[in-house]
């Protein structure tokens, strides 16, 4: 999922963020630990990862923009008519229509406001997962992905 951000004022936007609140939802079933879900999986959030990489486990590969709040990442100052490009890798795990709520802040603590001059600070689009993925195979002749199902092996 790719979000981008356009600063078109003209002042730098101290800290640019994206939240996005659609990630998980929320299940009543009993007995859960927690009750947020995933629709999707991140496997890696936005920013640039480290290099070299960290040396530990990684349980995430979370990009260098996670901040402390709950779904939202920040990419630093943004120049005027600069652009910053938010990129989530995910995994989508929960089949059906999804609709993902996002909004843009240019700072984390509130005191600095942004103002839409076209068009608003937050959106949302819906998402359509298929509940299998589709039949594919790799052609051992080209090596590429054809969708459809494999041809029977030549008869000896």
């Known amino acids: 999922m790719v979000i981008a951000v356009r600063n078109g004022g003209l002042r730098t936007v101290p800290n640019v963020a994206v939240t996005v609140d659609s990630f998980s939802y929320a299940s009543n079933y009993p007995e859960l630990a927690a009750n947020r879900r995933p629709v999707w999986v991140i496997e890696r959030g936005p920013g640039l990862r480290a290099n070299p990489p960290v040396e530990s486990e990684e349980v995430s590969q979370g990009g260098s923009g996670q901040t402390a709040y709950v779904d939202t990442w920040a ?19 929960k089949p059906g229509v999804h609709v993902v709520h996002y909004s843009v802040a240019a700072g984390l603590a509130g005191k600095t406001k942004a103002r839409a001059t076209r068009g608003a600070l937050q959106g949302r689009f819906a998402v359509y997962i298929a509940g299998v993925p589709p039949r594919t195979y790799v052609d051992p002749n080209t090596g590429k992905v054809v969708t459809g199902s494999a041809p029977p092996p030549p008869a000896p």
Not at 78 to 84: D, K, Q, V
Request: positive net charge.
């Open 75 to 93: 990419l630093g100052p943004l120049a005027p008519g600069r652009i910053r490009i938010f990129s989530w890798h995910v995994v989508a795990v």
